[in-house]
């Protein structure tokens, strides 16, 4: 059975396919494919310790293009996260006190939308903000508001859903003792938001941080236009492809410091709170 | 615990506005959940002061009778009313303490403020009622980290901070130590004078015999007797009610 031919057409067809996405780590002269494998392990081996170190000088010496991308990450996500609570959170403590025909219905929609793919929903917005789109008139496409809109899409099904089985739960507890005082629904909604906040903390944690890790949305309505709609996700991939390891690893471990540092703050309010049996 | 004047029963002024609660009236008022039937047909009058105790086996349904009589659930059958009016319109002229207090995750302080607030009542009681029940020193601490008879005690704050007319207590003094259960007593019994009308359900023959007016006993979710407290004890009629206060098991 001759079974070269296949395997050398396929080892080809991936060489090819990192050229075309541009994830060649500088090594065209590996060319022809044969030795294409080694090369692209070889070399990238060697320029991600360097790009290491040029990562953390960036991050050290306080540059200006990458500040200014983390600013504009920080922004864009935390404004999407707080219209998403102030849209998620009344929709999910409606549907987590609410007894009403079709609540099933309704919780398989919330939950399912929880799972929506990023680019689907920048495909979305972007056909609605474009020249030719209903709200084409807004000349928001390309735009940080545009980001925003896209973001707060993406994450506000993840705060309905994920809140609504919080407050479920807490109202669950709650339920007689506010019918005894003969609480009005707003009283009980406001009331059961208040006690879980702390909780509520970390859904709206996890709506961020879907929010700052996401690319596929941002990028089809942002654009990635440097100094203007470009974010720490867009530039890493942008970077990655182009081959400029050093400012991608840069953005990388700033996020990873982002991510880390918000949950160990979020961590620390919560551990305070429980102290105080709050949670 | 002083009987402070932010205590002053509004509900004298309150009731004059509304028609009254009392007598209660139950009149073959049946609970079913699926084929299990919780309460039989049972009837009751109640006049208008004092405090009645309701005592029974466990599973007798006398949560369940107290929920009804406060409108939190429905009967399938039979009708109640306090006065000429149903339990759900006359919820809000009650209050209910639970065994297990629910306590809101605030301060001590907040617990009362919040009862105070979605009641429209004067916010400046606060201090009177904590003082009231002795628990002013505690005002800022975490309401959930209370101890039980604590905890029990701001419950009962705040059920007394909407100024009921009647006032539920599903055995409130379960599981809590006796002098804690004295000071809960006082509390209900300072109540009491000041006219609230208290329906208590207890497992504790000495506190039905210190502070009951009237003895309600519930057995198999009919009331098998009720008598004033003098007859109640020495003298029990029906066979399920001397069988229980001999220790005798009773299902």
């Not at chain 1, 609605?128 to 000349?139: D, I």
């Not at chain 1, 009331?191 to 996401?214: H, M, N, P």
Request: with cysteine; net charge positive; proline share 4%.
């Amino acid at each position: 059975m001759d079974f070269w031919p296949i395997g050398h057409g396929s080892s080809e067809h991936a060489f090819n396919f990192t050229q075309r996405l541009g994830l060649n780590f500088g090594c065209q002269t590996a060319y022809p494919p044969t030795c294409g494998n080694f090369c692209i392990s070889g070399i990238a081996l060697q320029s991600i310790t360097d790009a290491l170190g040029l990562a953390f000088a960036l991050v050290l010496s306080g540059d200006g293009d990458l500040l200014e991308i983390v600013a504009l990450s920080l922004r864009v996500s935390l404004t999407a996260t707080v219209i998403a609570c102030l849209i998620g959170l009344p929709v999910g403590a409606l549907v987590a006190i609410g007894r009403f025909r079709g609540r099933n219905a309704v919780l398989i929609v919330m939950n399912a939308l929880m799972g929506l793919p990023p680019v689907v929903v920048g495909l979305l917005v972007y056909l609605h903000l474009s020249r030719s789109g209903p709200l084409g008139f807004l000349g928001l496409l390309y735009t940080p508001s545009a980001m925003i809109i896209a973001q707060t899409i993406l994450i506000a099904p993840i705060v309905a859903a994920l809140s609504r089985q919080v407050l479920e739960d807490l109202h669950a507890e709650y339920a007689e003792q506010f019918r005894s005082l003969c609480l009005t629904r707003l009283q009980t909604i406001q009331a059961l938001l208040w006690d879980a906040r702390y909780s509520l903390l970390t859904v709206g944690l996890a709506g961020f941080g879907r929010a700052i890790a996401e690319v596929g949305a941002v990028i089809i309505v942002g654009g990635n236009i440097d100094h203007l709609t470009r974010v720490m996700t867009t530039a890493i991939a942008l970077e990655t492809s182009k081959g400029d390891l050093a400012l991608a690893l840069a953005l990388g471990i700033i996020l990873l410091i982002i991510a880390l540092g918000v949950n160990a703050a979020v961590q620390s309010v919560r551990m305070t709170a429980a102290r105080q049996a709050y949670v | 615990m002083s009987d402070a004047a932010a205590l002053t029963p509004l509900h004298i002024r309150e009731s004059a506005q509304n028609s009254p609660l009392m007598p209660l009236v139950v009149r073959d008022l049946t609970l079913r959940f699926g084929e299990t039937t919780v309460l039989d047909g049972l009837s009751l009058d109640l006049d208008t002061r004092g405090c009645t105790m309701v005592m029974g086996a466990n599973g007798s349904g006398k949560s369940l009778l107290l929920k009804l009589l406060h409108g939190l659930i429905h009967p399938s059958a039979g009708q109640i009313h306090w006065g000429s009016q149903t339990p759900t319109a006359v919820t809000r002229r009650q209050a209910l303490v639970f065994q297990k207090p629910v306590l809101l995750r605030r301060s001590v302080a907040a617990n009362i403020d919040f009862v105070l607030k979605v009641r429209g009542k004067d916010r400046s009681r606060r201090a009177a009622l904590l003082e009231h029940v002795g628990l002013s020193h505690k005002a800022d601490q975490p309401a959930r980290l209370l101890s039980g008879g604590e905890a029990q005690r701001l419950a009962l704050a705040r059920a007394l901070a909407t100024d009921p007319e009647v006032l539920f207590l599903d055995e409130p003094t379960a599981s809590l130590d006796p002098a804690s259960v004295l000071a809960i007593e006082g509390i209900v019994n300072g109540a009491r004078s000041r006219g609230v009308r208290i329906i208590f359900v207890t497992h504790d023959v000495g506190q039905a015999r210190r502070i009951a007016d009237d003895i309600v006993f519930l057995h198999r979710g009919r009331i098998a007797e009720h008598s004033p407290v003098a007859d109640f004890f020495p003298t029990p009629q029906s066979s399920a009610a001397r069988d229980y206060l001999s220790g005798r098991i009773v299902v």
